[in-house]
C-alpha cells in the first residue's frame, strides 16, 4: 500500500519558501536547535533574562504535543510541522493511566511509547519540556491519575499526605530514570522538568505539600531546572505563566513578567501555556482568532518573555475512553493542526511568518532588559524599543477601538488590540492585525459507504450472573468497572399495591458529567444527562408515565461522560449512583431487612465479549434481518471497509468515519476504540469564552460528527477492516448516513 502521508501542499510549498528564501537559514544565536549541541552533554540553567545553554541566552517557541493523543506513526509528521512553524522544541505531559492503568504494570507500547517519541523529536531536532506532573489536567480522564490510586488505604490526592507523596515519589523517580538518556546532561534534548501541575491550594497543607515538592526536585536531582506552573511553585523551582496572556483577561502577559520580576528577580518569564481552547459536548465550535494570538505572543517577547510554548501545537484526538468529563473526542482542534492533522490556515502561515520575525530579532531581544513602554497618543497605545533603537513594538491595547499614532513624526495606523514590529527606519516588519482572508479548508472525499450491516441488540439489565454483583444499596460506579468501561447496569425490583397515574418522577443522586437510560419491565423510557463538567453532586429527575399495582423492575444504563480531570479532593469523584433513588416519595435506595435489592453488571455483554474485535468477533450470532432502527437497548452494529490506497492525483492526509445516522457510543476499527461520539447538537448561550471565540454558525449542528482513524490502525495486508458500532440508543437510525471519508488540500 502507497504510504497515508500527513504533510499537505500548502506546508510542502511553506517549507520551500521558507528554507529556499534563507528564512531561517541564518537564525540567531540565541535560537538554538538541537542539533547544534551535536548531541554532546550540555548545561541548562537560567538567568532573569533567560534560560542559558552553556551559559548563552536561549529563545524558545515550543508547541504542546501529547503523545498518546496520536498512533506513534503520526508523531513523525507532527514534529515535522513544527519545525515549519519554526518551533525549536515541543512539550508534552506524561500520563500516569496511560502507562500505569493497572497498579504495578507499565505499559510503554503503541501510544504509550514515550521513548520512541522522545527519539523522534530528537531526529527532527527539537528540544522537549517533559511535564510530568503527575497531575496533568489536560482535559484527560482524571487528569492523569490511575483510577486504582484512589483505593489507597488513607489517600489524599495533591496535598501533604504521606501515602500520596509515596506513589508521586515512586512515580518521579521512576520516569525521570526513563527518560535519563534524553535529558540535557547526557546530550538529550529534554531541557525543562515540570513536578506537579497549576497547583493553587494555599492551606497549610497545600504548603507543605508545596514545600515537600521542592524537596523531592532537589532530591532526585535531574541536572536540568525543573518547573512549575501557574499559581504556586516550590523553592528550586521556575514558576511559569499559563493562560491566554491578552489584556481583556486576568492573566495579561505583560503585567504578569511585570509582576514575575518583582516577585521573583533572577528567574526568566517562560510561558508554558499559550491557550488555544478545546470543546465540550453539546456545544459550538471554539476558536481563537489568529490575530488575538499573534498580538499575546508578540506582547510577551516584547515584555521580556524568553519562552513561549502553544497549548496545543496539534491537539490530536481523545482515542478510547481518554477524554475528561463532557470533553468532545477531537481536542484543541482549532491550533496549528486540526484533529485530523490538516493545516489550520491562516493561523499557521501567519503565525509562522510571525516567528521568523522574532527568530531573526532573538539576538537583539535577548542582549538586554525591556525598556519601559511608553504612552503614545493615548493610554491605549505604547512602543517599546529595543537595541538602540533599532526594533520598536508599537501596541494598540484598546480590544475595540482603532488608532492613529505618531512615533518619530510618522503616522501608524493600528487596528484594535494589535502590534506593529518597526525596524530601525521605522519601516513595517510584521503587523499582527494583518491576517489573510484566505481559509483554505480540507476536501472532504467518501471513501466508503452503502454498507452492508449485521447487528447483536445487547441485553437490557443485568444478564450474566458471572458478572453481575448483587447488594442492600446500588455501589457507586467507579468502584465495580475500575474504570475499564463507561457502562454500569442497576437492576431494582419493587412493587406497587396501586396505580399510580403520571406524573411520576425517578429520582436519582449522582454526579455531573453523567447520563441514565431508564428501562421500566423491559421497555425503554427516556435518557437524561448532565451536561455540567465537573464532578458536583446532581439529583436526576426523570419523568415517567402511568405505572400500574404490581411488581415491576427498573433496569437503570449508568452513562460515563468521562471523568473530571481536575478540582479538590479528586480521591472522592465518583460516577454512577451514589445517593438517594425514590420513585416520587417512595424511597428505593435500600432494600428491606437489608435484603439485596440491587443487582449491578458493569459493561455491556458485547464488551466482555469482545464482540469489537477480529478476535471477539463471532462470540455473537450477528443478524441481518429485522433492522432495529428503534432500539430498546444498545445495539452492536459491525461491517467492513478496505483501506484507502489515496486519492486520485493527492496524497491522502486523513482517514475519518461520518457518524451521520447515529446518536451515542463508541466506534471500533480493528478492535481500536476511536473514542466517543454524540450527535448532540450545538446550544449556544454565548458568544465568547475568555479569549475565544464560538462560531455560531455552527449553533444548532452536531458539535462533531467526524472522527479521526488512525492509519496505524488500518490493515496493510490487503484485508479488510473491521467496524463496529456501539450505539447506546436511538429512534429512527439510519446507517446509510455512514461512511468512511479521506480528507485532503
Avoid at 509515596?166 to 518521579?172: I, W
Avoid at 519601516?427 to 449485521?454: E, N, R
Avoid at 443487582?599 to 477480529?614: N, R, Y
Avoid at 467492513?640 to 486519492?647: A, I, M
Wanted: hydrophobic share 40%.
Amino acid at each position: 500500500m502507497k504510504r497515508m502521508k500527513y504533510m499537505n501542499s500548502i506546508s510542502v510549498i511553506l517549507l520551500l519558501v521558507l528554507f529556499c528564501c534563507g528564512a531561517y537559514s541564518q537564525p540567531s544565536k540565541s535560537y538554538f536547535t538541537y542539533s547544534s549541541l551535536e548531541g554532546k552533554p550540555y548545561n541548562v540553567s537560567w538567568e532573569q533574562r533567560a534560560l542559558l545553554i552553556n551559559d548563552a541566552p536561549a529563545f524558545f517557541l515550543s508547541g504542546s504535543i501529547h503523545y498518546p493523543r496520536f498512533s506513534p506513526d503520526m508523531w513523525d509528521s507532527v514534529f515535522k510541522h513544527a519545525k515549519q512553524a519554526g518551533l525549536n522544541a515541543i512539550s508534552t505531559y506524561v500520563f500516569w493511566n496511560i502507562h500505569e492503568p493497572v497498579e504495578g504494570a507499565y505499559i510503554f507500547s503503541e501510544r504509550a511509547n514515550l521513548t520512541l517519541f522522545l527519539e523522534l523529536a530528537k531526529a527532527n531536532d527539537l528540544f522537549v519540556i517533559l511535564r510530568l506532573g503527575p497531575f496533568v489536567c489536560a482535559e484527560f480522564t482524571y487528569g492523569g491519575f490511575p483510577i486504582w490510586l484512589r483505593e489507597i488505604p488513607g489517600i489524599e490526592f495533591r496535598t501533604y499526605n504521606q501515602p500520596f507523596m509515596d506513589y508521586m515519589s515512586k512515580f518521579l523517580y521512576d520516569f525521570v530514570g526513563l527518560a535519563k538518556p534524553y535529558l540535557a546532561v547526557q546530550g538529550g534534548p529534554i531541557i525543562l522538568l515540570q513536578i506537579e501541575n497549576e497547583y493553587a491550594d494555599s492551606s497549610p497543607a497545600g504548603l507543605q505539600y508545596v514545600e515537600w515538592l521542592g524537596e523531592i526536585a532537589a532530591e532526585i536531582n535531574p541536572g536540568i531546572p525543573w518547573i512549575m506552573c501557574h499559581y504556586q511553585a516550590a523553592n528550586g523551582t521556575i514558576k511559569t505563566m499559563n493562560g491566554c496572556g491578552t489584556s481583556e483577561h486576568d492573566d495579561d502577559g505583560t503585567k504578569w513578567i511585570e509582576n514575575h520580576w518583582k516577585a521573583l528577580p533572577g528567574e526568566p518569564s517562560l510561558w508554558t501555556e499559550v491557550e488555544g481552547g478545546y470543546e465540550r459536548w453539546g456545544g459550538p465550535v471554539l476558536t481563537r482568532p489568529v490575530a488575538d494570538l499573534a498580538y499575546a505572543i508578540t506582547r510577551w517577547f516584547a515584555a521580556g518573555g524568553s519562552l513561549a510554548n502553544y497549548y496545543m501545537f496539534a491537539g490530536g484526538n481523545n482515542y478510547e475512553r481518554t477524554a475528561g468529563a463532557m470533553v468532545v473526542t477531537r481536542y484543541e482542534n482549532d491550533v496549528f493542526l486540526d484533529s485530523f492533522m490538516v493545516v489550520n490556515q491562516p493561523k499557521f502561515n501567519h503565525m509562522t511568518s510571525l516567528h521568523k520575525v522574532l527568530i531573526s530579532y532573538a539576538d537583539v531581544l535577548l542582549a538586554e532588559f525591556p525598556s519601559k513602554e511608553i504612552e503614545l497618543d493615548n493610554p491605549n497605545t505604547t512602543v517599546r524599543s529595543y537595541g538602540n533603537e533599532t526594533l520598536h513594538f508599537i501596541s494598540n491595547n484598546d480590544f475595540t477601538e482603532a488608532y492613529t499614532v505618531t512615533f518619530k513624526g510618522q503616522n501608524f495606523a493600528l487596528k484594535p488590540f494589535s502590534v506593529q514590529i518597526l525596524d530601525s527606519s521605522l519601516g513595517l516588519v510584521f503587523d499582527t492585525a494583518d491576517v489573510s482572508p484566505d481559509i483554505i479548508a480540507p476536501q472532504i472525499t467518501p471513501l466508503s459507504g452503502d454498507f452492508s450491516w449485521k447487528w447483536y441488540v445487547d441485553s437490557i439489565g443485568p444478564s450474566n450472573p458471572s458478572l453481575t454483583v448483587t447488594n442492600k444499596s446500588p455501589i457507586e460506579q467507579l468502584k465495580l468497572t475500575k474504570d475499564t468501561t463507561d457502562y454500569l447496569w442497576y437492576r431494582r425490583s419493587f412493587n406497587l399495591t396501586s396505580n399510580l397515574p403520571s406524573p411520576n418522577v425517578l429520582y436519582i443522586g449522582s454526579t455531573e458529567s453523567s447520563g441514565f437510560e431508564v428501562y421500566l419491565d423491559g421497555v425503554y423510557q427516556t435518557q437524561q444527562w448532565d451536561l455540567i463538567k465537573g464532578a458536583q453532586s446532581v439529583i436526576f429527575n426523570i419523568s415517567l408515565g402511568d405505572l400500574a399495582q404490581g411488581s415491576h423492575t427498573f433496569d437503570i444504563l449508568s452513562v460515563s461522560l468521562g471523568i473530571e480531570n481536575v478540582g479538590k479532593q479528586m480521591e472522592t469523584f465518583q460516577k454512577g449512583i451514589n445517593g438517594s433513588v425514590l420513585l416520587n416519595n417512595m424511597n428505593l435506595t435500600v432494600g428491606a431487612d437489608n435484603a439485596s435489592f440491587w443487582v449491578m453488571q458493569p459493561g455491556l455483554i458485547g464488551e466482555h465479549l469482545k464482540i469489537f474485535t477480529p478476535g471477539g468477533f463471532n462470540n455473537v450470532t450477528w443478524s441481518s434481518t429485522n433492522f432495529p432502527s428503534q432500539t430498546s437497548s444498545p445495539v452492536w452494529f459491525s461491517t467492513s471497509f478496505p483501506t484507502p490506497q489515496g486519492l486520485t492525483g493527492e496524497e491522502l492526509l486523513s482517514v475519518a468515519i461520518d457518524v451521520t445516522g447515529l446518536t451515542k457510543g463508541h466506534v471500533y476499527v480493528n478492535g481500536n476504540d476511536i473514542g466517543r461520539f454524540w450527535t448532540i447538537r450545538a446550544m449556544c448561550n454565548a458568544t465568547t469564552y475568555e479569549c475565544f471565540d464560538y462560531d455560531m454558525s455552527t449553533c444548532g449542528q452536531v458539535t462533531q460528527s467526524l472522527y479521526h482513524i488512525p492509519p496505524y490502525w488500518l490493515n496493510q495486508n490487503g484485508q479488510d477492516n473491521l467496524l463496529v458500532i456501539m450505539n447506546e440508543y436511538g429512534l429512527n437510525l439510519d446507517l446509510s448516513k455512514v461512511q468512511i471519508v479521506g480528507l485532503s488540500s
